[in-house]
């Protein structure tokens, strides 16, 4: 059973950084894209950032320059880093993978900025 965790939100003030995790178990995420998405509160999820199995990567524009996702094939782990956080970047931040036209998704860990 494939399954995803995400790991590392919590309160941080407006300027600050926080790195979220993504770690799996019951699948080898190294062949697959994954994908970190958000969603504040009366708001549609919305696409944060991707990595390939090759390691490319692509962000949206409100985290461009901010936000670096990676990933760590040996700990079966994706990563974000989010820094210079603001305010709008309050969320539940959900992990993603797509395998064989399934949609996997974590439960969410939520980021709070605010002074």
């Known amino acids: 059973q494939v399954q995803l965790v995400e790991s590392g939100g919590g309160l941080v003030q407006p300027g600050g950084s926080l790195r979220l995790s993504c770690a799996a178990s019951g699948i080898i995420l190294s062949p697959y894209n994954m994908g970190w998405y958000r969603q504040a509160p009366g708001k549609q999820r919305e696409l944060v950032a991707t990595i390939t199995s090759r390691g490319g990567t692509n962000y949206a524009d409100s985290v461009k320059g901010r936000f670096t996702i990676s990933r760590d094939n040996a700990q079966n782990t994706v990563y974000l880093q989010m820094d210079s956080l603001k305010p709008e970047d309050t969320a539940v931040y959900y992990c993603?993978?797509?395998?064989?036209?399934?949609?996997?998704w974590g439960q969410g860990t939520q980021v709070t900025v605010s002074s």
């Open positions: 993603n993978t797509i395998i064989d036209l399934m949609y996997f």
